[in-house]
């Protein structure tokens, strides 16, 4: 065939601008497309509930957004994880609560439409992680752009996921119920998900070495939108807890005023906050979270839980010593800062241990741990027993584990409290010992080996080297990069510590909002330089 017969061979090439006018059109038919799913979606459903509209217009929309902007997936997960409870708490006010981000389809149906259905068991979240990781491959594919990274502690982790597997697997073929094995393996997995999707959020390289003024734009982005989320959610439980408490007249709940996870959230704020402010990085950024600091200290009282306490004493202690090796020239107020806390502690404490109220629980929590008072008596006396449970189902699976999905062993005798808490002999209190009764000795100690990847990967960054060189223009750079990378590292290996008390105390190892929360900040301690050079 002569190629001088073809219809096109003669006519000109197509310019970029009819390329880029091609694009254009189809991109805008797509969203038309999409739009017009939507509104029938809407008009569809609000004829039903209100929340099932939206929800089907999130669904239709999530393709357009994710296409268009591929980093929107990620801050939607992360802001989410700082502002939606899991469950709803009951208060008159109820709002974030009410958002059904974390839960199943089958819930949503059931609340929207009374119906009750036996769907697939996803929660909008795993529809969002879906579409995230569908629409980044084919977008990866289309544009022959895939460049997955991996991160610097993606083998730790990875290596504890793989007795998470084996535990899933052999919990459900040795009896363990399906669904109640998906629940407890969720908030597990999640942590590698949270992790791999910071790690590839953050565009700079993995270099040991980095050049002056590297990019922390995704990094300051999420410690923004992190700091925001959880202010507000303190001045929403600040309202809540005045008017309903203070002034209301009402009896402060056991449960406090929220979400158990709320206290482990607020800590986090306050833990980076005093890391940005040790290490002098993002006066900005300080400065908003400072005028939110109130609210979320009163927010923080209001959960009334011990936990968050026992939090403090560990990781502020860690906070004040890790920065003074690594921040050398802030040495003077962390000094001042430790002593004004000891001395501010000694005044505190007897004056508070014996009351009521508000500043008092932290005083009161201290307290309980030797003389506690009737109900703090009763918690403690009905952990002691639930620990005797986790060691003799431990003991009897010791290598391997007893895997998911299964009841723990009633060695000794427990109060029932099936009534406040249906996975109350399933996913306990202290979730370190949960985790060493269902992956065995072999899956706890891969579990500590990745806890210790993080920390000592953040302790390396901390100690990272700066290249000397004579005063210079860039040395104000040079001194920024350092402080920053330090308060990162500084902060996500406090929110790894905070974790593991709230984890031993509080039942959050097994919440999935805690879960990603921890992987994001291990991806962003896997995307740090150890060094920066001129």
């Keep these: 065939m002569n190629p001088a017969t073809l219809p096109h061979f003669n006519s000109a090439p197509p310019t970029a601008e009819e390329f880029a006018d091609t694009a254009r059109r189809r991109r805008l038919a797509g969203y038309a497309c999409c739009a017009g799913l939507s509104i029938v979606a809407a008009v569809v459903a609000s004829r039903q509930s209100l929340i099932l509209a939206v929800v089907l217009v999130v669904i239709f929309a999530l393709p357009v957004l994710l296409w268009r902007f591929p980093k929107f997936g990620t801050y939607a997960v992360i802001g989410a994880v700082c502002l939606f409870e899991t469950q709803p708490v009951d208060w008159p006010d109820s709002f974030t609560d009410r958002v059904p981000f974390f839960w199943n389809l089958n819930t949503i149906l059931q609340v929207s439409t ?56 052999m919990g459900v073929a040795t009896g363990g119920d399906f669904k109640i094995s998906l629940q407890e393996v969720r908030s597990q997995f999640y942590l590698l998900v949270a992790y791999l999707m910071a790690v590839n959020l953050i565009k700079d390289s993995f270099r040991e070495t980095v050049t002056v003024r590297r990019n922390f734009t995704e990094v300051r982005r999420i410690l923004w939108l992190t700091a925001l989320a959880i202010g507000f959610k303190g001045v929403l439980y600040t309202i809540r807890r005045l008017h309903y408490i203070t002034f209301g007249g009402m009896a402060l709940p056991d449960q406090g005023v929220g979400s158990h996870e709320e206290a482990f959230f607020f800590d986090c704020f306050i833990i980076m906050l005093t890391a940005l402010s040790v290490c002098d990085v993002d006066r900005v950024l300080r400065r908003v979270m400072w005028a939110l600091l109130p609210f979320v200290v009163v927010g923080d009282l209001a959960c009334n839980r011990r936990a968050a306490t026992a939090a403090f004493a560990v990781v502020i202690p860690m906070l004040l010593f890790a920065a003074y090796q690594a921040i050398p020239n802030r040495r003077r107020l962390i000094v001042g800062l430790g002593l ?11 004056i508070y241990k014996d009351r009521y109220g508000m500043l008092a629980q932290p005083a009161r929590a201290i307290k309980s741990q030797f003389d506690p008072d009737p109900r703090d008596k009763s918690s403690n006396e009905y952990r002691v027993a639930e620990e005797a449970d986790l060691y003799a189902t431990i003991k009897s699976t010791p290598v391997l584990g007893y895997g998911y999905g299964k009841r723990m062993l009633h060695a000794v005798h427990i109060a029932d409290i099936s009534k406040i808490y249906i996975w109350w002999d399933i996913i306990p209190h202290n979730g370190i010992l949960w985790i060493w009764m269902r992956v065995g000795t072999l899956g706890f100690i891969a579990f500590w080996l990745m806890i210790a990847a993080v920390i000592v990967d953040a302790a390396r960054t901390l100690r990272g080297d700066i290249a000397e060189s004579s005063p210079s223009p860039s040395l104000k750079g040079r001194e920024f990069d350092a402080a920053a990378s ?49």
């Design 114 to 169: 009374g119906e009750h259905s036996q769907g697939a068991p996803l929660n909008i979240l795993e529809i969002l992680l879906l579409a995230i990781c569908g629409i980044s491959i084919f977008r990866a594919v289309y544009t022959k752009s895939i460049n997955v990274r991996l991160g610097r502690l993606f083998w730790p982790i990875a290596g504890y996921m793989a007795f998470v597997g084996y535990g899933w697997v």
């Design 340 to 350: 004004a806390l000891i001395v501010g502690m000694s005044i505190y404490y007897p």
């Design 486 to 534: 330090k308060s990162i590292a500084l902060c996500g290996m406090l929110v790894i510590s905070a974790l593991l008390v709230f984890g031993l105390l509080d039942l959050q190892l097994s919440n999935l909002r805690d879960m990603l929360f921890a992987g994001t900040w291990a991806g962003m301690i896997a995307t740090l330089p150890r060094k920066v050079t001129a």
